[in-house]
């Protein structure tokens, strides 16, 4: 969604070119209402939209500034809905959260990843399967779980999903369990049966909080559905997955504008780190290409420990950074979720995003490559990079069943990264990053 929108609202802002400049406003304008209708935005959220803007940007002076302040306030207003923001943990454990929505919206995975999140937070988390309606849905919340080591209740024997959270509760309270979230069964429509059995559900555990999980991907369709659910079980936050697609992401301001029911989080990737905090500000920030640093910050501040940051620049800063240290720092991003999200946190570079759609840190052949070529060096060539002639390059290649010239380029370009990390170590290194991020972010609006 981000950055489809991103570049829609970029062409809009600067058709803005003179000042008071009521043609080049109108044309602005229409180019803002193609775009959030082709990212499926409900038409009178569009209608309304357009007009507030157009009538403060008018008042304030027409210009690039007054309507990109206009256009962010006005976001962020619709964005904005009475409620809590992220996780609120209640006052006696465990938090009891029912993960609800319809089949095929990402439910489970984000079940998991919202897991991921808490556990991150230092919080013991009891995940439980109640979704019995789809055969599989038991064993892919097994895999997940294991996978990412987290704890996982499910009953093979019973059919009875009340009867599985009732003793899931019982288990947590005696486990002293922070959290317990409830993966509930989904249909591929509303229908009566999921309701009641929602119902009780609900009935037993008395949660804390109802999440619903929307697909982004089905636009209107899934703002509908979040109504009907809220008008059924009474929601206390959206979970939008998916929201990384390419496809209507206009359903963020429907759900927020339709439903008046808070977005407590946004699903951006694949990986079960791509799960984000939903807070208004910080996405329209990220719509208009401004990045999100506060949120990169969050995310790497529960995964980066402090203690291992400052001896690892002093590494750096000594130009002693080596082939286990990369393999720790890839590991370390790994937690951290796709690189397209991270480069759109990141001012100026967010139109960078799409074009690393594809970009897997864990799996790519670079990726693989690289790890075969530590893999057949020793333990002092991993130590120490300087070791490493021709003689011992020649037994890598051979060793990784890459030629030496892809040996050659990975240790240059490592040796380079290294230079370019020690630069920015020093006294003035973070002033320096800031200016280049700087010039980034005043050149995306050229």
Do not use: W
């Amino acid at each position: 969604m981000l950055e489809v929108l991103t570049d829609s609202f970029r062409s809009a802002i600067n058709k803005i070119r003179f000042s008071d400049d009521e043609k080049s406003l109108k044309s602005a304008l229409e180019n803002l209402k193609k775009a959030l209708l082709k990212a499926d935005v409900h038409h009178k959220i569009v209608r309304d939209l357009l007009r507030n803007v157009e009538l403060e940007t008018k008042a304030k002076g027409i210009g690039q500034v007054n309507f990109l302040r206009s256009l962010k306030t006005h976001l962020t207003t619709i964005l904005t809905v009475p409620g809590h923001q992220g996780f609120v943990f209640a006052s006696k454990p465990p938090t009891t959260v029912l993960m609800v929505g319809l089949q095929g919206s990402g439910k489970t995975t984000t079940t998991v990843k919202l897991a991921n999140y808490l556990k991150l937070k230092q919080k013991k988390v009891l995940v439980v399967a109640c979704d019995l309606q789809r055969l599989a849905a038991v064993e892919q919340l097994r895999q997940l779980c294991s996978a990412n080591e987290i704890d996982l209740y499910f009953e093979d024997a019973s059919a009875n999903p009340v009867s599985i959270a009732k003793n899931a509760m019982k288990k947590a309270k005696e486990g002293l369990y922070d959290v317990i979230l409830v993966d509930t069964a989904g249909r591929l429509a509303i229908d009566a049966e999921l309701m009641d059995q929602l119902e009780a559900i609900k009935k037993e555990l008395t949660p804390d909080e109802i999440f619903y999980v929307a697909d982004s991907m089905t636009g209107q369709d899934a703002v509908k559905s979040a109504v009907t659910f809220h008008e059924k079980i009474t929601l206390s936050g959206v979970i939008l997955s998916k929201f990384d697609g390419d496809g209507k992401g206009g359903v963020a301001l429907g759900i927020a504008e339709q439903t008046n029911v808070p977005l407590r989080f946004i699903g951006v990737g694949e990986k079960v780190a791509d799960l984000e905090h939903f807070i208004p500000d910080r996405i329209v920030s990220r719509l208009m290409g401004e990045g999100d640093l506060e949120t990169l910050a969050e995310k790497t501040s529960g995964i980066i420990n402090e203690k291992q940051a400052k001896a690892m620049t002093q590494k750096i800063k000594k130009g002693q950074f080596n082939f286990n240290d990369f393999l720790d720092q890839m590991e370390q991003m790994k937690k951290l979720g796709s690189m397209k999200s991270l480069i759109g946190m990141i001012p100026g570079l967010s139109q960078m995003a799409g074009k690393l759609q594809d970009v897997d840190m864990e799996n790519s052949v670079e990726m693989k490559r690289i790890k075969a070529m530590i893999g057949s060096m020793t333990k002092k060539e991993r130590e120490d990079p300087e070791l490493l002639n021709n003689s011992r390059k020649r037994r890598i290649a051979e060793g990784s069943g890459l030629s030496q010239v892809e040996v050659n380029r990975f240790l240059k370009q490592f040796g380079n990264a290294a230079k370019m990390a020690k630069k920015f170590s020093g006294k003035k290194g973070m002033q320096d990053l800031q200016n280049m991020l700087s010039q980034s972010k005043h050149a995306h609006l050229r």
